[in-house]
């Protein structure tokens, strides 16, 4: 069974500050790990990573898997508070059950002023 | 429309009452899918819907709940006999295809209450 962990389960911080969020995992048959963003209402995509050791990077935002240790991290620079939220890490393999995502419980980040 | 749409945005049943909550997905999404989500946790499997055919239904947590998609487009999850433990956010998505390159787009749930 695909399991995914994060940590840490909340983190509270102030704006400008600098934050890194965790999400290790085991899947069978590795295919892809995603990042979602959850205020109050539809989790937002955010990244979706395939390969090992390659940033991917959308504004303050970046992402990256290393698929020899099973995690991934998502950072976030010059936090504000509008990055307060739910994030959330997702796996899913390539096998019979592909189109499935699998999630962890989630990051709670407040950003104070 | 734009995006996922889901109804109603808000539910409270009293326990023993049967609930219907609606998704309609992206038009021309092919896949659909229901996942659970209650307080602290991230959202969990229930089924998965290619056009009208219910390919997996294996996270559905009892037989008092069903889906449907009978014309490939809109979804009913129905819960018959809620339970407490039933009060969870219901998150609908859908997705151009199965394929795993396709981006999966989510609405922004029904939160039901069951008291």
């Known amino acids: 069974e695909d399991k995914v962990v994060q940590s840490p389960l909340s983190l509270v911080v102030h704006e400008g500050d600098t934050v890194t969020l965790n999400c290790s995992y085991e899947v069978t048959n590795f295919r892809s790990l995603l990042w979602y963003k959850q205020e109050k209402k539809a989790p937002t995509f955010l990244f979706m990573l395939t390969s090992s050791g390659i940033e991917k990077k959308s504004g303050r935002l970046s992402s990256i898997l290393d698929k020899k240790e099973l995690f991934s991290i998502l950072n976030i620079t010059a936090t504000q508070t509008g990055d307060s939220a739910i994030y959330l890490c997702a796996v899913r393999n390539s096998g019979g059950s592909n189109y499935k995502l699998t999630f962890g419980k989630g990051t709670l980040l407040t950003v104070n002023p | 429309g734009a995006g996922v749409s889901q109804s109603p945005r808000y539910k409270v049943a009293k326990r023993g009452q049967d609930v219907a909550l609606r998704c309609d997905p992206i038009?021309?999404?092919?896949?659909l899918f229901w996942y659970q989500q209650a307080l602290g946790q991230g959202p969990e499997f229930l089924t998965y819907f290619q056009n009208e055919a219910q390919l997996d239904k294996s996270g559905l947590p009892s037989d008092r709940f069903f889906a449907e998609r009978p014309e490939g487009s809109v979804s009913t999850l129905k819960i018959q006999r809620t339970q407490q433990e039933d009060s969870a956010v219901y998150l609908c998505a859908s997705s151009l295809g199965p394929g795993s390159g396709n981006t999966i787009y989510f609405g922004e749930g029904s939160w039901l209450t069951v008291v």
């Open positions: 038009s021309g999404h092919v896949s």
